[in-house]
């Protein structure tokens, strides 16, 4: 059952979050149906095949650095032992590398070849459209919490998430790995993304959880530790200030300077 609400002359459609049917047919709809009927349970028996792709992409992507490691410390049998603990150190960080750099190159492929995409929506957390949602972020977060610290900010970590789907422009400088969503996200040209800067293109509110874009206009700043969430659109040249908060369906306008709303002249004093 859905109620309809008047939103700025729109028709908006509101799903009941404690229903356990679907307005789906077919398999689609029995699917959603034991998924809201079920909820946490069904959850982890739908999204266990993407813990086995994981596994599966994460191992593909070690298999260099295991090589590389066996390759050095089977050379290195005969060294001395110090030289031969070195060798081992060496190899096993060497390994790692070589796994990162692999990772931000299979992940994106895991993630093409998914027959899930994600696309805007509010709704149910527990309904068909969320597990796209989790799946390209599950994904994004394998990378983020194993390795794209170390690229970031470099080429290569724009490379990944225009890899990922994210739409990126020229010279755009992008120093910041919490970024979720990223295929719905586009920053134009000469963008500056500053240091831990969060960008969500999704919230969540009353039990909905709404995913939308974001998209950041050219020549635009991103201060240090700001947060931008779903459904924002920050205009060409703007400036958002370190630490602040761009909430959903903000719209910054072109030229915008921080706080600029807020600033006020002190009362002049006499001198006495």
Same mark, same amino acid.
């Given at each position: 059952?859905?109620?309809?609400?008047?939103?700025?002359?729109?028709?908006?459609?509101?799903?009941?979050?404690?229903?356990?049917?679907?307005?789906?047919?077919?398999?689609?709809?029995?699917?959603?149906?034991?998924?809201?009927?079920?909820?946490?349970?069904?959850?982890?028996?739908?999204?266990?095949?993407?813990? =086995?792709?994981?596994?599966?992409?994460?191992?593909?992507?070690?298999?260099?650095?295991?090589?590389?490691? &066996?390759?050095?410390?089977?050379?290195?049998?005969?060294?001395? &032992?110090?030289?031969?603990?070195?060798?081992?150190? %060496?190899?096993?960080?060497?390994?790692?590398?070589?796994?990162?750099?692999?990772?931000?190159?299979?992940?994106?492929?895991?993630?093409?070849?998914?027959?899930?995409?994600?696309?805007?929506?509010?709704?149910?957390?527990?309904?068909?459209?969320?597990?796209?949602?989790?799946? @390209?972020?599950?994904?994004?977060?394998?990378?983020?919490?194993?390795?794209?610290?170390?690229?970031?900010?470099?080429?290569?970590?724009?490379?990944?998430?225009?890899?990922?789907?994210?739409?990126?422009?020229?010279?755009?400088?992008?120093?910041?790995?919490?970024?979720?969503?990223? %295929? =719905?996200?586009?920053?134009?040209?000469?963008?500056?993304?500053?240091?831990?800067?969060?960008?969500?293109?999704?919230?969540?509110?009353?039990?909905?959880?709404?995913?939308? @874009?974001?998209?950041?206009?050219?020549?635009?700043?991103?201060?240090?530790?700001?947060?931008?969430?779903?459904?924002?659109?920050?205009?060409?040249?703007?400036?958002?200030?370190?630490?602040?908060?761009?909430?959903?369906?903000?719209?910054?306008?072109?030229?915008?300077?921080?706080?600029?709303?807020?600033?006020?002249?002190?009362?002049? &004093?006499?001198?006495?």
């Amino acid at each position: 059952m859905k109620d309809i609400s008047q939103d700025k002359g729109r028709r908006t459609y509101r799903e009941d979050l404690e229903a356990v049917t679907s307005n789906r047919r077919g398999i689609a709809g029995f699917l959603e149906r034991m998924l809201r009927r079920f909820r946490v349970g069904a959850y982890l028996v739908a999204l266990f095949p993407l813990y =086995l792709v994981g596994i599966l992409a994460m191992g593909i992507s070690a298999f260099p650095g295991v090589y590389l490691f &066996q390759l050095i410390t089977g050379y290195a049998e005969n060294f001395p &032992q110090v030289l031969y603990y070195l060798a081992v150190s %060496c190899s096993l960080i060497l390994g790692y590398f070589a796994y990162g750099l692999t990772l931000i190159f299979v992940i994106p492929l895991f993630n093409f070849l998914m027959p899930f995409r994600l696309k805007p929506f509010r709704g149910n957390y527990y309904s068909l459209p969320a597990i796209p949602w989790y799946i @390209h972020n599950a994904f994004t977060y394998i990378v983020r919490y194993t390795f794209l610290e170390f690229i970031t900010p470099t080429p290569m970590n724009v490379f990944f998430y225009r890899m990922m789907g994210m739409k990126i422009g020229k010279d755009v400088h992008l120093n910041t790995t919490n970024i979720s969503d990223p %295929c =719905l996200i586009e920053i134009e040209d000469k963008v500056t993304i500053g240091g831990s800067v969060h960008i969500i293109a999704h919230y969540a509110t009353k039990g909905y959880l709404i995913v939308d @874009h974001v998209k950041i206009g050219k020549k635009a700043t991103v201060g240090l530790k700001a947060t931008i969430m779903g459904d924002v659109e920050i205009g060409e040249g703007a400036v958002i200030g370190p630490h602040e908060v761009i909430l959903p369906k903000s719209r910054i306008p072109a030229g915008r300077r921080p706080f600029e709303n807020h600033r006020r002249e002190l009362p002049s &004093q006499d001198m006495p």
